[in-house]
């Protein structure tokens, strides 16, 4: 019995230097766990004289008691101390002010060039790409350019210089290199769009870049006509500028089509009655266009004789400027985000 008074007296002190819900689980185990002095006694208690039994056994289930207590005393204070550390920890102040996470959207030349490209993927037109860094032959020789025609000087073509004058490399002046290396890895029917970046050896000016973005087409099969070149433009017409378009192919000159057009749409902004956008004529000029010139399909190893196609090729910037009132090219490249944003 001395052994059990001394764990009532021990008790309350050790419980109470406990500080973690883990420690008070192990002097719980200690002061009334199967091996503690308190259930070696319970156990002990059939042992004792029959006349000593009730006191004794009182006295240990008033000492279990009242350790229990102690026990569940202190769980309670820990547990709370535990939650004021956490709402402490955890706290957070909702009146700071938030770092407003923007994010990125698509500039609008990239915009315009996926929704053009869209007009013609569901006409049934594949998407390709080639690359900006160009041999002189994808860029002018397939093309019919003849070595004396004056875009080749390097006062139009940007030429890149990589030590081996048999490989004439430049930056691409236009999308239709992308042609001549579609054709080669394709055999015909053809309908195929390609967006892409070009660049020439212009200053900037207000319509003017340096870079810019053009959008090509080419349709080859077996008996494609002009009427079929101009019913693709006047349908690509209405579907980005809207249904009462109407358009002009008027002659031009390109290397690569045989005949030439460039295609002008009514203006969409006054109807062709004339107002600023069309700069009074009523008309905007869109693209280039035309017959893909025979020599271009001999380039590429396709028949002249056994098949025919349309070509175009437009300013992504030029469609971009006239559909918005953009009146600057160098709004698209400042990437000043109070103008690109009105365009998200
Ligand atoms: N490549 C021409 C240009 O950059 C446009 C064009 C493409 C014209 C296809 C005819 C056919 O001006």
Redesign the pocket.
């Known amino acids: 019995m001395d052994e059990l008074e001394q764990v009532a007296d021990d008790a309350p002190g050790l419980v109470g230097a406990v500080n973690s819900l883990e420690g008070l689980k192990g002097v719980e185990t200690e002061l009334i766990g199967k091996n503690s002095v308190i259930s070696r006694m319970r156990r002990g208690l059939s042992a004792l004289d029959p006349d000593d039994r009730p006191t004794a056994g009182a006295r240990i289930n008033e000492v279990f008691t009242g350790v229990q207590v102690v026990i569940a005393d202190r769980r309670r204070a820990l547990e709370i101390a535990e939650e004021n550390t956490l709402l402490v920890s955890d706290r957070v102040d909702v009146t700071v002010p938030n770092h407003r996470v923007t994010l990125g959207t698509e500039h609008l030349l990239t915009t315009v060039m996926d929704e053009v490209s869209d007009i013609f993927v569901s006409l049934g037109y594949r998407v390709a790409t080639g690359p900006e860094v160009e041999t002189a032959w994808y860029n002018f020789d397939a ?1 019919n350019t003849p070595s004396t025609h004056p875009a080749r000087a390097e006062s139009d073509t940007l030429y890149v210089d990589f030590g081996d004058p048999s490989d004439e490399m430049l930056l691409r ?4 290199p992308v ?1 001549a290396r579609y054709m080669q890895d394709h055999v015909p029917p053809v309908h195929v769009v390609v967006p892409g970046r ?1 660049f020439r050896a212009d200053s900037l000016d207000a319509t003017h870049s340096p870079v810019f973005h ?1 959008v ?3 349709v080859v099969d077996t008996d494609i006509t002009f009427a079929d070149l101009k019913g693709t433009l006047e349908y690509f017409a209405k579907a980005f500028f809207g249904d009462g378009r109407v358009i002009k192919l008027i002659p ?1 000159f ?1 290397p ?2 045989e005949p ?2 460039e295609m002008h749409v009514s203006c969409f902004a006054c109807d062709g009655s004339g107002c600023r956008v069309c700069s009074n004529s009523g008309w905007i000029e869109l ?4 017959m ?1 010139d025979p020599n271009v399909f001999e380039a590429v190893g396709y028949d002249p004789s056994a098949v025919s196609g ?6 992504v910037e030029r469609l971009a400027m006239v559909r918005h009132g953009i009146t600057h090219i160098k709004h698209f490249f400042e990437n000043d985000l109070r103008v690109l944003g009105q365009f998200v």
Do not use: D, I, P, R
């Open positions: 093309l002046t236009h999308t239709s042609q070009v053009q090509e087409g080419l031009h390109f690569f089509t030439s057009a693209m280039g266009c035309g893909v349309f070509a175009f090729g437009m300013g």
